[in-house]
T-cell receptor, first 111, second 114 residues
Framework: QKEVEQNSGPLSVPEGAIASLNCTYS??????FFWYRQYSGKSPELIMF????GDKEDGRFTAQLNKASQYVSLLIRDSQPSDSATYLC???????????FGTGTRLKVLA | NAGVTQTPKFRILKIGQSMTLQCAQD?????MYWYRQDPGMGLKLIYY???????DKGEVPNGYNVSRSTTEDFPLRLELAAPSQTSVYFC?????????????FGSGTRLTVV
């Protein structure tokens, strides 16, 4: 059974700080990695995707991928109260078009 | 641009009843997916499709069926509803290149089986 694991949180950070969210996965064949944000009662929305080892930056968000250690992380710089949400990590099952999700980390940014 | 449209938004079913959750996308995406999300949990893949006429099982397919007769539509059928199927159901689609590679989700169907 392929697995994606996230700490459920809540992760509380003060406004303006860096929030660091982590995700580990079990399938060494996984090639595509996604971060989604989900506000309470809403559908998930894509924040970033990453395929290659290293960092990928988009505005205040940075995704980091380490395939050797099988983890992917999301950094949110200058965290804002509007960033308070659940962040879901999704990973493809190697060799397939299936994507499985972690249970999500709830982030609370304190004003 | 409507994106992914799911209907209905809410539904209450009695045990043993059947229903179809509708999903339609207007982005010409080949890949479509059905997930369920239980309270406080992540999304579990039910079924997916890589194109018209092609479907495959996900992590939790039991009690569900799908069909994909057109690129646009991917309905999910619940047969003999059970309380364990109480959940929020999300349909998603994605393209196969660039920024289109991530999922676009519908707004969800909240289903209660009583």
């Amino acid at each position: 059974q392929k697995e994606v694991e996230q700490n459920s949180g809540p992760l509380s950070v003060p406004e303006g700080a860096i929030a660091s969210l982590n995700c580990t996965y079990s399938d060494r064949g996984s090639q595509s990695f996604f971060w989604y944000r989900q506000y309470s009662g809403k559908s998930p929305e894509l924040i970033m995707f990453i395929y290659s080892n290293g960092d990928k930056e988009d505005g205040r968000f940075t995704a980091q991928l380490n395939k050797a250690s099988q983890y992917v992380s999301l950094l949110i710089r200058d965290s804002q109260p509007s960033d308070s949400a659940t962040y879901l990590c999704a990973v493809n099952v190697g060799g397939t078009y299936k994507y499985i999700f972690g249970t999500g980390t709830r982030l609370k940014v304190l004003a | 641009n409507a994106g992914v449209t799911q209907t209905p938004k809410f539904r209450i079913l009695k045990i043993g009843q059947s229903m179809t959750l509708q999903c339609a996308q207007d982005m010409n995406h080949n890949y479509m997916y059905w997930y369920r999300q239980d309270p406080g949990m992540g999304l579990k893949l039910i079924y997916y499709s890589v194109g018209a006429g092609i479907t495959d099982k996900g992590e939790v397919p039991n009690g569900y069926n799908v069909s994909r007769s057109t690129t646009e539509d991917f309905p999910l059928r619940l047969e003999l509803a059970a309380p364990s199927q109480t959940s929020v159901y999300f349909c998603a689609s994605r393209g196969d290149r660039g920024a289109d590679y991530g999922y676009t989700f519908g707004s969800g169907t909240r289903l209660t089986v009583v």
